[in-house]
Every structure is written in C-alpha cells, then in structure tokens.
C-alpha cells in the first residue's frame, strides 16, 4: 500500500493513535479515582467508627443553662435548668455540689436537669453548681456538669420625708447616694410595694388618709377606703396583688363600734380594683389589730389582735379566721413564716404556727455581759437577730445593741449608736437572710420629731443595713420604712 492510499476507516494513523492515548489516559484517571474514591470511604468509615466509640465511651453533654438571678434570691425554691443534649437518668441530691454551699433537691425531665435550691441564695455572691455523674438512658458513661452563675444585687425602697414633698427611693445596697426617686409627693404617710406599683397612704384633712396606687409609669389610681379612715399600717404581700392594712377613725374610742373603726384589720385586691373591705371576726366585729403580716402565699395574714389573739386569716376565697395562740406582744414572723416571735412577762416567746406551741426565747450575754431582751425576729434556722439593752456594771448606763444570736451562748454585736447615744427602731430582715435593716435615731438627746399626724418619726432617723454574716455595715440611707 503506497503513503499516499487512504486507510479503509477513513481516518490517518495519527489520529487512531490519539484516540486510543486518549481512552488509555481515561481508563488510568477513572481507576485512580475508583481507588481515590473507595480510599476515602474507608478512611470516613474509620473514622466514623472512632467518633461512635468514642461517643459510647462519652456521657452526656451540657448545651445551656437557666436561672433567674433575681428571683433566687427572694424566693425558696428556686431551679437551675440545665438542658443536655440527650435524654438523662435520674440524678440525686448527694451528686450536686454548690459553692457557696446550699441545700438542693434534683429532678429529671427527658433531657433537662433540674436543681432546686431550697431557700434563697445570697445577693450579687457567684455560685458555681457541679453535678458529677450525670448519666444518660442510652449508654453507661457519664460525665460532669458544670454551670457558674452570679445572684442579682439587692435594692431596697424606702420613705425619706421633706419639709415640703416626701419622696419614695429605690437604692441599691451595695451602694451609694439616695438612690432613684421613684415617687415624690405631699404628706406620705406609708409606703407599701405590690406588684410593680407603689401603694401609698398620704395625709388628708382631719388626721385621716387617702390611699393611692402609684404605676411604674406615674399613673395614680385612687382605692376607695371608709369614709373618714386613717390608715395605721400598710401590709406589702410578698407575691399577688392582695394589700392589707389597719384603719382606725380619728377620735374613735376601742371597742365602743358606733364611734367608727379602732385599728380594723382590712384587705383590698388591685388586681379586681375593688373597694376596701373589713375583715370580720367569728363573731362579725371588725378585728382590732395590733400587728398583721402576710404568709408567703399572699393570701393569709396572721394578725396579732387586742387583747393578745393570733389568729390566721385566710382572704381567698373568702374571708377565714381561724384562731392560732394566745401572746401579749407580737414582734413578727420568721423568714420562712412558720414561727413568729413575740413576748409575755416574762420575757420573749416563739410561737409555733402550725401547732401553737411556745418556747422561750432568752437572749445570750453579749461579751460577756447580762442583757435584756428586746424585739428579735428568727431567720430560717437557729440564729435570731435581736435588739438587747445591755446595763453598764460600773457606771449604770444602759447601751442599746442590735446582736446576732444563734442561741449557743453568746451573741454578736450587729450594729451600736456612736457612744450609745441614739435609739434602735424597727427591724427588717431580707427574705434570703443575709441583710437586716434598722430604723435609727443617732442621738436620742438631739431628736426632733418631723411634727407628722400620722406615722411620725424624728427628722434625723436613718436606716442602717447590716450585711449579718459579717456584721459590716453596708448601707446607711436617710430614711424609714425600707422594704427589700
């Protein structure tokens, strides 16, 4: 065949060559890539094998957390939410541990682990919360859990009077000035927050009240009280929107009732914005109340009456009296209201509110000291906070203390006047029991009084917080009436 033939296919040598280079070069690329391809399966298969064991030897994981740092710290019972990213087995008490160190409860709900604490937790204090061995339902490993948090900072509200317009503050604890105005306005007589409102009683004509509902916002309602009433005591509800009070009638002379009302026990709910309403004794006479303070559930007052009655009101549905103990002087109810504190002639009494049951409540020395005995509100466990007057052997002079005293025999000074100088007034304990409030007069020899018709106080009375684990004074604003 000469050069110059053509081939039978049709096409030259050169390009039948190309064409099989060409399938050669796709065949060595394509199984490259089979081998590439089936290399790398291995390889994910491996690996994904080495991710399942060590998955099956791993317990479960914490994603987040919640907790409501304000709220923990008013409140027992209070929950840590910690969410897992798989279903839990049952946790116990005995695996948590909090510091600072504080009694818990555990619950598990599918993939979320609960813990309760069991009171209240101490203000702008950083709790660190390890749960060790947290188990899941689908496999044996565990694993720990760990969540820090910081408690909110505690504020307080209170009553400093003008000479001309009376404001109403909102003051940190931890620190300093007056605080924020939250109200200001004529004659305020008692203060009492609810539910994000103020309530507020202020002078009227003739020594009697008018009572006001003060919003956030600056709106004031008006509560409609008896004609020609006083308010004698606010009473704050620690939750719901149910107030109570005192109300006597100017000039009104006790137990004599067509004279009008002698320190009447009464109730108001802003939530249903009704009218004032008296609270009637087993016999239908209003009660005449020397001191009333509502439970935690906002819904029952114990009232201390005249003539030495405790009786339980229970307000909803409908009024309850039910009678509790019997104390000449009623001092007030312990953090968790099941004991209140009060005294008879012989000196200080705790009356068990579930079963009336009294004991003794006899003050310790203090630095070695006799002392007396004056008002003491109880916190949670043992330890009570006291005012105690305490006589001077050489000289005879008799200092008046504010002590802390756990009953093991030996009190500890809280809070004294400058030279003893000055005067203890009411006491106010925080519902985490870490700070007590107390209304001082500086020098009892200096006192002016404000010239108020109701409610009076010296015009140089301040109140003092004293941080009751270290005894440290906190907070002095100039002022009365405090509410944490």
Not at 78 to 93: D, G, H, K, S, Y
Not at 99 to 118: G, K, M, N, R, Y
Not at 137 to 155: I, K, P, V, W, Y
Request: proline content about 7%.
């Amino acid at each position: 065949m000469s050069p110059t033939s053509s081939e039978p296919s049709g096409l030259p040598a050169t390009s039948r060559v190309a064409a099989a280079s060409a399938r050669l070069r796709l065949q060595r690329d394509r199984r490259r890539f089979d081998r590439a391809f089936w290399v790398l399966v291995a390889v994910l298969g491996a690996a994904s094998a080495v991710f399942l064991a060590l998955g099956a030897m791993q317990g479960p994981k914490l994603g987040s957390a919640i907790v409501d740092p304000q709220r923990v710290t008013e409140q027992p019972g209070q929950q840590l939410r910690l969410f897992a990213n798989q279903p839990l087995a049952e946790v116990t008490p005995e695996q948590v541990t909090v510091t600072p160190e504080v009694e818990v409860t555990t619950s598990v709900q599918d993939d979320v682990l609960i813990v309760q604490f069991a009171q209240p937790l101490r203000a702008d204090t950083e709790y660190t919360v390890e749960v060790a061995g947290v188990g899941a339902l689908s496999r044996d490993a565990t694993s720990t859990f760990r969540h820090g948090f910081t408690t909110a900072e505690a504020s307080v509200l209170y009553l400093d009077r003008g000479e001309t317009v009376d404001e109403v503050l909102r003051a940190p604890v931890s620190g300093t000035g007056r605080g924020e105005v939250v109200l200001a306005a004529e004659g305020i007589q008692h203060i009492a927050p609810v539910e994000g409102v103020i309530v507020v009683a202020r002078d009227a004509p003739g020594g009697t009240s008018v009572l006001e509902a003060v919003a956030a916002d600056g709106g004031v309602q008006r509560i409609t009280l008896p004609e020609g009433v006083r308010v004698d005591q606010l009473i704050a509800p620690p939750l719901g929107g149910l107030v109570g009070m005192v109300l006597s009638t100017p000039g009104a002379v006790p137990g004599v009732p067509t004279t009008g009302y002698s320190r009447a026990l009464a109730v108001v709910d802003l939530v249903a914005d009704s009218p004032v309403s008296i609270v009637e004794s087993l016999d239908g006479s209003p009660i005449e109340t020397l001191f009333a303070q509502f439970l935690p559930d906002g819904a029952t007052l114990i009232a201390h009456q005249v003539g030495g009655t405790l009786l339980r009101v229970e307000l909803v549905p409908a009024p309850l009296v039910l009678p509790v103990g019997q104390i000449p002087t009623a001092f007030g109810l312990s953090t968790d209201a099941t004991r209140l504190t009060g005294s008879d002639a012989f000196g200080g009494v705790v009356v068990d509110l579930e079963t009336g049951r009294e004991s003794r409540l006899d003050p310790s020395p203090v630095d070695g000291a006799f002392a007396f005995g004056g008002p003491a509100l109880l916190t949670r466990g043992e330890l009570r906070v006291q005012k105690v007057a305490v006589p001077d052997p050489v000289t005879g002079a008799v200092a008046t203390l504010l002590v802390a005293d756990d009953g093991s025999g030996a009190a500890r000074v809280l809070f004294r006047t400058v030279d003893d100088r000055g005067s203890l007034g009411d006491l106010v304990l925080s519902a985490n029991d870490q700070y007590v409030a107390v209304e001082v007069t500086p020098s009892v020899a200096d006192a002016e009084p404000d010239g108020r018709p109701v409610n009076g106080r010296p015009t140089s009375v301040t109140t003092v917080i004293v941080d009751i684990s270290t005894g440290a004074v906190v907070r002095t604003l100039e002022g009365f009436a405090l509410h944490f």
